[in-house]
């Protein structure tokens, strides 16, 4: 059984970001969906990003995990780096999802990770969970130790697989499972589209 706070955030994806289409939408990873999971919109509203945030705060305290700084890559990790780092009492930062090209031509804002730094990666909804293990390895080049990913929805089963083969510990909040939908399998022959929803 999920704990009182994991439970309210499950609840809040499925009466506030689940959605069923009528038509086929493609995701990021190039895979057909009917079902939508608008974590961003879902979470929009403070007391619900609240929720989220003390509920992922939990679960990897839980784990006997610690950390620094949060963040990951934006836009799915915006506002779940700020508030995790709110109610934590810690530091945030965003990873672009490339070197921004003028200015200080910096790909990571916010804080200014590095050696000593544990972080931990946050995503709001993944699919294969290619947009975070491309921030982690941004972040990793930074010196920056990764103690932990953590999404708010999992789709699917690609990406558990694939932080495991990165020793990376992995804590989907809710998966497809818990939100009552069908799991995603990416096609292997379909590269991700720019553009397209999810991740």
């Excluded at 499950?10 to 289409?21: E, G, M, V």
């Excluded at 989220?52 to 705060?57: L, M, Q, R, S």
């Excluded at 990571?108 to 491309?134: A, C, M, Y």
Aim: proline content about 6%; aromatic content about 4%.
């Amino acid at each position: 059984m999920p704990s009182p706070l994991r439970a309210g955030l499950q609840q809040i994806l499925r009466t506030k970001a689940l959605s069923r289409r009528d038509e086929e939408i493609q995701l990021a990873c190039g895979a057909m969906s009917r079902d939508f999971i608008d974590g961003k919109e879902a979470f929009a509203a403070w007391q619900d990003l609240k929720v989220a945030c003390d509920a992922i705060v939990e679960a990897v305290g839980a784990a006997g995990i610690e950390f620094d700084a949060a963040g990951g890559p934006t836009l799915g990790a915006d506002a779940l780096a700020v508030g995790i780092a709110a109610v934590s009492d810690t530091r945030w930062f965003i990873v672009r999802k490339r070197q921004k090209g003028r200015g200080t031509g910096r790909r990571i804002e916010g804080l200014q990770i590095g050696p000593g730094d544990r972080v931990l990666l946050v995503e709001d909804v993944v699919t294969t969970g290619g947009s975070v293990i491309d921030a982690l390895g941004a972040v990793r080049q930074t010196g920056a130790e990764v103690v932990a990913a953590v999404t708010l929805a999992d789709r699917g089963d690609t990406a558990t697989n694939a932080f495991h083969e990165l020793g990376v510990p992995y804590i989907p909040m809710a998966t497809y499972a818990d939100l009552g939908i069908d799991p995603v399998v990416p096609p292997a022959d379909r590269p991700p589209t720019a553009g397209s929803a999810d991740s």
